[in-house]
């Protein structure tokens, strides 16, 4: 009787969108996660996205700091705890935006 009990629970569950395994199913918001970011990185953001990155969803926030580089700054979408901060010099900031294009042009069908 408790385990059909259980699995009637997980069912349930199922079927009202909770994970049993991973029971934080919803994302912490762009609004949330910028002011996170902004605590870690002092400067302008400049640019913001959710992606999903080594099989994992993150806010990734580009700050312009104080000495005209990029800060990127990477917040895990569920937990809201700081995945990475990179300071980036221009050459790695090139390649990103030159990266971006390529992947805009790769998804709107255009070569």
């Known amino acids: 009787m ?9 069912v349930i569950g199922l079927m009202f969108g909770i994970n049993p395994v991973n029971a934080q199913t919803k994302k912490i918001g762009m609004a ?7 605590k870690q990185a002092a400067g302008k953001i400049e640019s913001s996205e959710l ?3 080594g099989g994992k969803w993150i ?3 580009d700050i312009r700091n104080g000495k005209g580089t ?11 705890a700081i995945v990475k ?4 010099n221009k050459k790695a900031e090139a390649d990103e935006k030159r990266k971006e294009k390529s ?6 069908g255009k070569q």
């Open 85 to 88: 901060v990179e300071e980036e």
């Open 103 to 108: 992947e805009k042009k790769t998804k709107s």
């Open 32 to 38: 949330k996660a910028r002011a996170i970011a902004a």
């Open 2 to 10: 408790k385990r059909l009990s259980i699995i009637v629970a997980i």
């Open 51 to 53: 992606e999903k990155e």
């Open 70 to 80: 990029i800060t990127e700054v990477n917040v895990n979408a569920y937990t809201g």
């Open 59 to 61: 806010y990734s926030f």
